[in-house]
């Protein structure tokens, strides 16, 4: 769910890079389900709070540019965002019947 989200964020912000969209989606995915200490090595500004006096610009993820270049192999870019649109939005159907298998089993919220 945590890429699906982040993928969507890229789709619908064609302006916000890489990093903002996984942000966006860890703080609606996965924020919830981790403590203050790991929320706060998610975050890259709460990074510099930890090593102050330090420039630290710690992104696990490419440049949005970079990403899309190499994820639709030099290919079509609008034609990459159509493919791209199915997939996610399979992937997301896919999530959604398995978040919904797992609270109505009383397996847990997701």
């Known amino acids: 769910m945590f890429l699906c989200k982040a993928l969507q964020h890229m789709q619908h912000d064609p302006s916000s890079e890489l990093h903002v969209c996984f942000k966006r989606s860890y703080d609606e995915?996965?924020?919830h389900h981790h403590t203050f200490i790991v929320r706060s090595l998610a975050t890259v500004r709460?990074?510099?709070l930890l090593f102050p006096?330090?420039?630290i610009a710690v992104r696990a993820v490419p440049y949005r540019r970079d990403f899309i270049a190499r994820i639709s192999?030099?290919?079509d870019k609008e034609k990459f965002g159509i493919e791209l649109a199915k997939w996610l939005s399979g992937l997301d159907t896919i999530g959604n019947r398995l978040?919904?298998?797992l609270?109505?089993?009383g397996y847990g919220r997701v």
């Open 73 to 75: 192999q030099g290919g």
């Open 53 to 55: 006096g330090r420039s």
């Open 99 to 101: 978040k919904a298998f």
């Open 103 to 105: 609270e109505e089993g």
């Open 29 to 31: 995915v996965l924020k």
């Open 46 to 48: 709460q990074l510099a």
